[in-house]
């Protein structure tokens, strides 16, 4: 049990997991414009799932309508047993479950590192500020910058803050988290320092999606990896399955451009 990022290793099998997260039947618009179509994704406790797909493709608007960033108009949702709804307080439920890292890192520029990861779970969970400052300082060390607490976001480089984003959405302890291209506004020395943070989290027993074009990532770190193209799931496999024989003409033909 790794108490600090609230989730135990199971060691069982995935196959024989609970299902952490369940889509079915997933449709939205914008508009006129159908952006998901028909999407069913499950994902078992500890699993990590990476999502690829071209620019457009839906990729961002899948992961943020898991957290109720997006509203769909079709199918359901579940994330570890909760049923997403438009009831305020059953999305609360569902945040509270979800962390959520973005490309840009949105750390508040006025308060510090340490007030930045332990301002949600005094607000939100409720902790007193002794209690949030503590984990917040251990969360610091788990990510590699414990000397940084005290400085400014600005002060910071990309790959600090992002390690710090990391850092604030495992502070509200969820079971669940999302990446939308963590490293992709980051300079590229700064990348593996972020990649690894998220290995580190993963091999803990995270359930984790993650949208990325870090091919080295998803090969070495997912557990499977999701294909979307125009709104669709093309092709779901193992890396090995996906990489190295992927069956769909779309899938071969975006790997193409990637690889
Ligand atoms: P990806 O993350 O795979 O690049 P997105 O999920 O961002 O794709 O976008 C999917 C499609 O939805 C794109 O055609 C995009 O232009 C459109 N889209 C995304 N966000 C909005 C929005 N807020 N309003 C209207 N269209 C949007
Ligand atoms: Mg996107």
Do not use: C
């Not at 607000?123 to 940084?148: D, F, H, S, T, Y």
């Not at 002060?155 to 999302?178: E, N, Y």
């Amino acid at each position: 049990m790794d108490s600090l990022f609230a989730v135990e290793k199971l060691t069982t099998p995935l196959e024989e997991r609970e299902d952490i997260v369940t889509v079915k039947g997933l449709n939205k618009w914008f508009g006129d414009h159908h952006v998901l179509k028909n999407v069913d994704v499950t994902v078992k406790q500890g699993e990590v799932v990476v999502i690829l797909g071209p620019s457009g493709s839906g990729k961002s608007t899948f992961i943020r309508t898991l957290n109720a960033l997006e509203e769909f108009q079709q199918g359901t949702i579940t994330i570890d047993g909760i049923e997403l709804t438009d009831d305020i307080k059953n999305i609360e439920e569902i945040r509270k479950e979800t962390g959520m890292v973005f490309q840009s890192f949105n750390l508040f520029p006025h308060m510090t590192i340490l007030k930045n990861i332990s301002l949600a779970p005094i607000w939100v969970r409720k902790w007193k500020k002794n209690k949030a400052e503590k984990i917040a300082k251990e969360l610091l060390e788990r990510v590699g910058i414990p000397e940084q607490a005290n400085k400014y976001p600005g002060q910071l480089s990309g790959g600090q803050q992002q390690r710090v984003a990391i850092a604030r959405a495992l502070a509200m302890q969820p079971r669940i988290m999302l990446f939308d291209e963590p490293t992709s506004a980051l300079d590229p020395e700064m990348v593996k320092e972020v990649l690894d943070v998220m290995k580190t989290l993963a091999e803990a027993g995270m359930t984790m999606l993650v949208v990325t074009h870090e091919m080295g990532f998803a090969r070495q770190v997912a557990d499977r990896i999701i294909l979307f193209d125009f709104g669709e799931i093309i092709e779901v496999g193992t890396p090995e399955e996906l990489f190295d024989n992927p069956q769909h003409e779309r899938t071969k033909a975006f790997l193409s451009q990637i690889l």
